[in-house]
């Protein structure tokens, strides 16, 4: 099994900054992919940022492209979300995802399918 605490999520106004957090704990040697979705109440799961466990590569949205970034510190087991020039419709709960292989290839690598490791959440309000 594997375990994923996010942090990070705050309230800030428009154009601000947050990072985000991800600890990976547990059986982390079965994980190769790591991203971050967001979802409001009611709407889809979207997925916001991936990449690659072994080498970096990394993945995006359009709507965050130039403006969030994702990396990672694999000896600390964590994985940040670098997220500037915030807008109010950034605003959503925010949540860490892990996985050890696609088993959707075809559906992309955001598809919250693919990911059956889970954190809890973490809440970022941008107001306007």
């Known amino acids: 099994q594997v375990q994923l605490v996010e942090s990070g999520g705050d309230s800030v106004q428009t154009g601000g900054s947050l990072r985000l957090s991800c600890v990976v704990s547990?059986?982390?040697?079965?994980?190769?992919?790591m991203a971050w979705f967001r979802q409001d109440p009611g709407k889809e799961r979207e997925g916001v940022a991936f990449i690659v466990r072994r080498n970096g590569n990394t993945a995006y949205v359009d709507s965050v492209k130039g403006r969030f970034t994702v990396s990672q510190d694999n000896a600390k087991n964590t994985v940040y979300l670098q997220m500037n020039e915030l807008k109010p419709e950034d605003t959503s709960m925010y949540y860490c995802?892990?996985?050890?292989?696609?088993?959707?290839?075809?559906?992309?690598?955001?598809?919250?399918?693919?990911?059956?490791?889970w954190g809890q959440g973490t809440q970022v309000t941008v107001s306007s």
């Open positions: 547990g059986n982390i040697n079965i994980v190769n992919f």
């Open positions: 995802a892990a996985s050890g292989w696609m088993v959707a290839p075809k559906s992309g690598v955001l598809a919250p399918r693919n990911y059956p490791y």
